[in-house]
């Protein structure tokens, strides 16, 4: 997984202890060849010595000591020889034996770094890749001749190299920078942090970035300031509810008993167009604190078996005259193998999907078409809206669910919301992603919630 250099500086060292043995060995034949020599030149010194006359022998004698001591030199040459060779030997197994430990090391650095939930690379400091692990090849699309070339070339879609010119700039560790790129149709945020990599002696030789796949926490984030926002709001609706319906009531009655009195009056018409007005603002008051109440009260879900097609199949037919009126063609695409079986809520499950048509609908005044696709992997299913319209505008992902926010020329905004509090309560999630072709919601839930309360 990791760059691993080259065998050529253990070939060469491989070679130059083989060339040492060599050279030890042939300087050792050759010492004992010439030590054999000097033998034979001491048996022929020897020889003289006992045939020459006594007057001549004392020079005979110097030149056999002198063959002696090329002998004994001869002999400690041989010794150092041998001592050089087991030298060498040693130290080549000590060399091997350095050469494993570090492999393991790199073995085990290896090993960790690519068990590690987040991607690391580290570039020289021309900005070259010098290795990636296994997460940094998920996360930046495999390649592999990506080590050795520069960071650039690593990814068309995340601009690292860059990032790492502006952090040796400033060189500040708490430095950031999220990416978002598109991987397998959903979007995924990635946050990059840099850091100096420096050698034994302290001298920067590179970097190493990281990369961290935040796309679950940012969820959970806006999920946890969706909760924030929503927490209150119970106690705040049972105490809106209790002091405007109060009044409202006394004055839906005393408009009635207005128009009782008035009745067989001479009244003008815009007096009754008055009444009218009140008693229609009155109703709409009283329509959005019930809406107000329900989103913000605490229910039990009725669980029970639900069938995905069938609840698909009712709410298609109950929007299909909307939709004809609205252009809309409705496309159901039922997979082949049958859906499961889930245990959720019917009736609340068919408030969000009945929510997102009409919501889809409401995108397209110029017509379209609606897809339905209901789907499952494992102990998950749920159901994805796709609508043809032009998208929703980046600049209000992040107000979708929000209570009472909508871009209709009519309705409270809570529509969405109560959909996304519904999805919670079955420990599932509502999503969706846009673009200028259109807009998907997915309805995600668990076959069974393992939440058997559901209270929220």
Known sequence: MFRVHTEETGKFYWLAVIGLLLMSAAALGVTIWVMVDFLREQEIVDELIRKLPDD???????????????????????????????????????????????????????????????????????GNVTSINRRGLELVGPQEECVGHPLSMLSDKLPLDDFRTQWQVEKNVAMTRDFTIDGNGSERTLRAFCQTLSDHEDNEIGNVLQLRDITERLLIEDRMRRMERYMGLGTLAVGLHHEIKNPLAALSLHVQLLEEEIDGGNTSNETWHMLGVIKTEVSRIGGVLEGFRDFASIDRLNLGPVDLQELI?????????????????LDTQIPVDDLPTIFADQVRLEQVLLNLLLNALDAMPDGGSVMIKPFHSGEIAGIEVTDSGSGIPTSLHDKVFDAYFTTKGSGTGLGLAMCDKIMRQHDGSLAFRSSSKGTTFEMTLPIRPTNTDQSE
């Open 313 to 329: 199949k009712r709410q298609v037919e109950l929007v299909r005259p909307t939709a004809l009126q609205h252009q809309v063609t």
């Open 56 to 126: 001549a022998t004392k020079s005979a004698e110097v030149l056999a000591g002198e063959l002696r001591w090329q002998f004994r030199l001869s002999m400690l040459v041989v010794l150092n020889l041998v001592v050089t060779g087991f030298a060498v030997v040693l130290l080549w197994r000590a060399y091997r034996s350095s050469q494993e430990s570090l492999r393991d090391i790199k073995a085990l650095a290896g090993d960790i770094l690519s068990s590690m939930d987040q991607a690391v690379i580290t570039t020289d400091a021309d």
